[in-house]
């Protein structure tokens, strides 16, 4: 016989509020990389606001955990549950700056008159970090462990993507010295980017600890993702 | 007799392959496990499941019901309990027993605790004094009964008088102290008292505890085994079993999904 309903729907209720942030987050990067790439003030500025919002649902979450935890004293895997979505809505609410942060770029840009064409590698890196949010919150609603461990390896591409621009962007301040406040403006944006890859990337790990009951650092899941993937190809 | 490969010096007990039958029903279903010593290990599982009669095992509490009928082998160190030349009341000497329900006897507090040890010839009174004081400290007593030691126990509070009931089998020193829901009907304030003295006790005493309260369990044991319906389904570290259980219906059942 089933027993203690109301606990099992305050969960129900719980996971329900994480993934109603997560969708929020993850409209947040759409709208603040949007912004960029299009020029959106108004989106910009619609970041920024949603941030408060934003902000208010990791404390409601978090007060809501607490009170399981006290209330219901959860244990094994409803316990993982509760004390990993405490850490994931840390790094949820990061996301969600780093996305107003980018959105403050871009309206200071326009306000000062830099006429940047974004570069398309910055594109791809934005299509890349809004790409790995969509996998980490994807392996989230399914409790996908195979999902979860995938996202440790988009992180690779987005360092690189960083690393690469960041040589770029040095490389054009020497070029043309008046466009290096622009150039840093740009560069800043794409730290951002980098930083929301390693919250997802900590979403991804916490996942995994719920699922398997051990945390794993980024290196050794990445070591295992690859090492099934010589596995698969031999 | 089977030869002993898997009898260790830190296990207590190793109990293979037991059955248990109550005539024709099967209380306890081929149960294996080692109990080590100086540690708490924790039973739990739903009313019936076997975890109060695995207990009772231990110092042949069983022997007691007519209709119980076992199969299989617990090993004391390198002894098999049930062997002829066991003697039960030695055994339960070794092996002592705090029910769920206080039990002193209706005499003195002081009498209570030297009743095992009169019971086995011993009169002189200096030993009885040092034996009652050291068993009434070790249970966290003393303190509270020193100046009332003519006092009859049954005028103790329930959370006291388990405490006695624990300085009475301290008295005989055994080695393992069995316990059968030691605190299911006392107070949150007497409970925390007695988990408080187990966790001293487990330093000097193999301890095995049935209780019904998992955060008793997973506050106080270093092992625990589930049982259900006469099996045991699994047996870890308290540490595994409260935060990553193998099996799924440890997990309901911890949890509150079904008991």
Redesign the interface.
Known sequence: ????KS??QELEELHNSMIRMGSDVEEAIHNAITSLTENDLELANKVIEKDDEIDEQEHKINQECILLIARQ????????EITSNMKLITDLERIADHAEDIAEHVIFMNENGFNVTVPHDVVQMANHTQNMIHAALDAYVERNLEKAKRVAMMDIRINALYNKLKKYFVRQIKLDPNSAQAMVEMLMICHHLERVGDHAQNVAEWIVYYI???YSSFSEIRKEVEHDNEQDET | MRQQTDVKLDNAFVVNDLDLYYGDFQALKNINIKIPLNKVTAFIGPSGCGKSTLLRCFNRMNDLIESARIEGEIYHHDTEIHGKEVDVVQLRTVVGMVFQQPNPFPMSVYDNVAYGLRCQGVKDRRILDEVVETSLKQAALWDEVKDHLNRNATKLSGGQQQRLCIARAISLTPEVILMDEPTSALDPIATSKIEDLIIELKKSYTIIIVTHSMSQAARISDMTAFFLLGEMIEYDDTDIIFHNPADQRTEDYISGKFG
Do not use: H, K, N, W
Not at chain 1, 1 to 4: P, T
Not at chain 1, 73 to 80: E, N, S, W
């Open positions: 016989m089933i027993q203690r606990y099992q004293q959860p244990v094994a895997r409803d316990l993982r398997e009951g051990q």
